[in-house]
């Protein structure tokens, strides 16, 4: 894989995760290597890589060293955070900022969005994170990843749902972006070909009970009812 090269001589075509990675353990506290680890942040972003470590190393220079505080990196380390859920990143990385710059955009944003998800509110958050589309656009993946993890939590109620609701949750563009988008994800989720228009949710210790229920019951289940009790659990 190609990394970012270093703009110093002698260490030239060294690949960035591989160089930050011994950063990290030799000068972690040393906020002359930040412009290292914001170039791999950055990397992260474009290549829809997560190092959860590196990035946290970051926050807490920047909490060491605020004249060095960036807000890109720190808005791109959140909205990483947030596709990493059910993690904890993003609690973490937030308790690292100093109160005033918590209500400088786009954190306060970020942190609803993470509310929204955790409570369910998934039509909510999408309506919000409208508001949002620069850093959704430049942080690769960043829909798709909220998405399976929409699908994780629905999967943790529902033994099936029609395509049309799949869609208007995970907001996509009708049935059949919905039907795609199951079938490219490894969760085993399968049309059910009893009864179009739905897919089926593969059993689980979770799921298993709503099974017995009625389809109708289940349609009437709210994603934030399904959270509430899921966020206990990640915190």
Same mark, same amino acid.
């Given at each position: 894989?190609?990394? !970012?090269?270093?703009?110093?001589?002698?260490?030239?075509?060294?690949?960035?995760?591989?160089?930050? =990675?011994?950063?990290?353990? =030799?000068?972690?506290?040393?906020?002359? !290597?930040?412009?290292?680890?914001?170039?791999?942040?950055?990397?992260?972003?474009? $290549?829809?890589?997560?190092?959860?470590?590196?990035?946290?190393?970051?926050?807490?220079?920047?909490?060491?060293?605020?004249?060095?505080?960036?807000?890109? +990196?720190?808005?791109?380390?959140?909205?990483?955070?947030?596709?990493? $859920?059910?993690?904890?990143?993003?609690?973490?990385?937030?308790?690292? &900022?100093?109160?005033?710059?918590?209500?400088?955009?786009?954190?306060?944003?970020?942190?609803?969005?993470?509310?929204? $998800?955790?409570?369910?509110?998934?039509?909510?958050?999408?309506?919000?994170?409208?508001?949002?589309?620069?850093?959704?656009?430049?942080?690769?993946?960043?829909?798709?990843?909220?998405?399976?993890?929409?699908?994780?939590? !629905?999967?943790? =109620?529902?033994?099936? !749902?029609?395509?049309?609701?799949?869609?208007?949750?995970?907001? $996509?563009?009708?049935? #059949?972006?919905?039907?795609?988008?199951?079938?490219?994800?490894?969760?085993?989720?399968?049309?059910?070909?009893?009864?179009?228009?739905?897919?089926?949710?593969?059993?689980?210790?979770?799921?298993?009970?709503?099974?017995?229920?009625?389809?109708?019951?289940?349609?009437?289940?709210?994603?934030? #009812? &399904?959270?509430?009790?899921?966020?206990?659990? +990640?915190?």
């Amino acid at each position: 894989k190609r990394g !970012i090269k270093m703009a110093e001589g002698g260490g030239e075509g060294m690949d960035l995760e591989t160089e930050v =990675t011994g950063l990290l353990q =030799t000068r972690r506290y040393d906020p002359e !290597i930040l412009p290292r680890l914001e170039a791999y942040v950055v990397q992260q972003v474009e $290549l829809r890589k997560y190092d959860s470590d590196a990035n946290m190393a970051v926050m807490k220079l920047y909490q060491f060293y605020p004249e060095r505080y960036d807000e890109r +990196t720190v808005a791109r380390i959140l909205a990483k955070a947030l596709m990493a $859920l059910p993690a904890t990143d993003f609690l973490c990385a937030t308790y690292m &900022i100093a109160l005033p710059r918590q209500a400088e955009h786009p954190l306060p944003l970020l942190a609803e969005l993470v509310r929204l $998800l955790e409570t369910g509110m998934f039509e909510q958050f999408w309506a919000r994170a409208s508001e949002l589309k620069a850093l959704r656009a430049e942080v690769k993946g960043f829909d798709d990843d909220v998405r399976k993890f929409m699908l994780s939590v !629905i999967a943790r =109620t529902y033994s099936r !749902i029609g395509l049309d609701e799949l869609a208007r949750v995970l907001s $996509l563009e009708g049935s #059949t972006a919905a039907e795609e988008f199951v079938r490219a994800e490894p969760f085993g989720w399968k049309v059910d070909p009893a009864a179009a228009g739905c897919v089926v949710v593969p059993r689980s210790e979770h799921n298993s009970a709503s099974a017995a229920h009625s389809s109708a019951h289940r349609e009437r289940v709210s994603f934030r #009812t &399904i959270v509430a009790s899921r966020s206990l659990f +990640t915190h």
